[in-house]
C-alpha cells in the first residue's frame, strides 16, 4: 500500500508499505492492505512503519490525523524534537 507522512512544513516520508502502527486517539492500532477506510485522530506516540523486506522506520509525533482510502494512507502530524 501506499504511505505519505506529512508535516506543516515538509514531507517525512512517501512509498510502498507492509504495514503502518500508529497512535490512534482510542489507542495503537495496525493499518494493513485492505484495511477499512478511516478517519481518525492520533495523539502523542510513534508512528511504526514496516517496509517491503522488513525494514522498520519510526517517527515520533504529537499528534495529527491519520487517513485510509483504498489502500493508500495519510498520516499528517505535528513531530517531536526528542
Known sequence: MKLIVLT???QL???EVDAVKVPGASGQFEILKGHANIVSALVKG???IT???GK????????GFV???????S???TITKE
Open 56 to 63: 522498520k522506520v519510526d517517527f515520533k509525533i504529537k499528534q
Open 46 to 48: 510513534v508512528v511504526n
Open 51 to 53: 517496509e517491503p523486506g
Open 75 to 77: 498520516v499528517l502530524v
Open 67 to 73: 487517513e485510509v482510502l483504498k489502500d493508500e494512507v
Open 13 to 15: 516520508y512517501k512509498g
Open 8 to 10: 506543516p512544513i515538509r
